[in-house]
């Protein structure tokens, strides 16, 4: 059985919601990635790419249609080159990586680029058509996170809860205190913010280039870290999602824009291609 490698890997910023990736379209933002692996193995032969496979959560703006194939194209890769969206919501990347990492260990392909990309800054209000005639009421719905146009059987059979709930009934089953996932988050920020001031970030990074109005500007770095942030400041935040509940603002998880990908080659890939494995999948 062939092993699959991954030789390299770029991501954006990760921008805040709202910040300075909201105005990039999803698909542009999803081929920032992959145009900066061609651009930094220029002698690589981009037309044998097997597959881009790209995780995506939400699909249901500009990332929609296949937003893997749009990305590849907007990129630069040949047109000969497919690609196919997964979606496994949160690890929706993750199963894109491993998905080529299968395909190239069961001998279906030898190269693959490989990563994901969420905008959650630019998913849209949607609503669904008329069910009769001169319909007065219809559901709209916020698709940034969460469940929409629930299936009322599954919502009985299973529930709905979205991700800070889930995050609310972990806590709660694992007597995970709210003290500590204060703690938890606050050392984060730190070593986030520590990270980022040694400059551990600055090679995986790749810039985007923004307008804002008539000037052009270059986000470059993670707008998530809050240098800021204190043990006290954490114990102050509400928890809005259940009431006595322990998962706030500052200990749950950012709703952030970024893209990223990485290629995923076999032995002989990354050998034709002048690639070096740092990591086998």
């Known amino acids: 059985m062939a092993e699959a490698f991954i030789c390299a890997?770029?991501?954006?910023?990760?921008?805040?919601?709202?910040?300075?990736?909201?105005?990039?379209?999803?698909?542009?933002?999803?081929a920032v990635p992959i145009r900066a692996l061609m651009e930094r193995h220029p002698k690589a032969d981009w037309s044998r790419?097997?597959?881009?496979?790209?995780?995506?959560?939400?699909?249901?703006?500009?990332?929609?249609?296949?937003?893997?194939?749009?990305?590849?194209?907007?990129?630069?890769?040949?047109?000969?080159?497919?690609?196919?969206?997964?979606?496994?919501?949160?690890?929706?990347?993750l199963e894109a990586v491993s998905a080529a990492a299968r395909a190239i260990r069961a001998g279906e392909m030898n190269l693959a680029?490989?990563?994901?990309v969420e905008s959650m800054s630019r998913a849209p209000f949607v609503m669904p058509k008329a069910q009769e005639g001169f319909q007065r009421t219809t559901e709209i719905h916020d698709t940034t996170i969460g469940w929409r146009f629930v299936n009322p059987a599954m919502k009985r059979l299973y529930g709905v809860d979205a991700m800070p709930e889930t995050a609310e009934n972990l806590a709660g089953e694992m007597q995970i205190a709210r003290a500590d996932q204060d703690a938890f988050a606050h050392r984060s920020q730190q070593r986030a913010v520590k990270a980022q001031a040694a400059g551990f970030f600055a090679e995986e990074i790749v810039a985007v280039p923004v307008k804002r109005g008539r000037e052009e500007m270059r986000v470059e770095v993670d707008e998530h870290p809050r240098p800021e942030t204190t043990l006290e400041g954490l114990a102050k935040l509400k928890a809005p999602f259940r009431e006595g509940g322990s998962v706030t603002a500052g200990n749950a998880s950012g709703v952030n824009d970024g893209a990223a990908a990485l290629i995923v080659a076999s032995e002989a890939a990354a050998k034709a291609n002048g690639f070096t494995p740092v990591a086998r999948v």
């Open 9 to 30: 890997g770029v991501r954006t910023p990760i921008g805040r919601y709202a910040g300075g990736l909201s105005s990039v379209r999803t698909d542009d933002l999803a």
């Open 49 to 93: 790419v097997d597959d881009v496979y790209f995780g995506c959560a939400n699909q249901a703006g500009e990332d929609n249609r296949n937003v893997a194939r749009m990305a590849a194209l907007l990129a630069g890769l040949p047109v000969e080159v497919p690609g196919a969206t997964v979606n496994r919501l949160c690890g929706s990347g």
């Open 113 to 116: 680029l490989a990563g994901g």
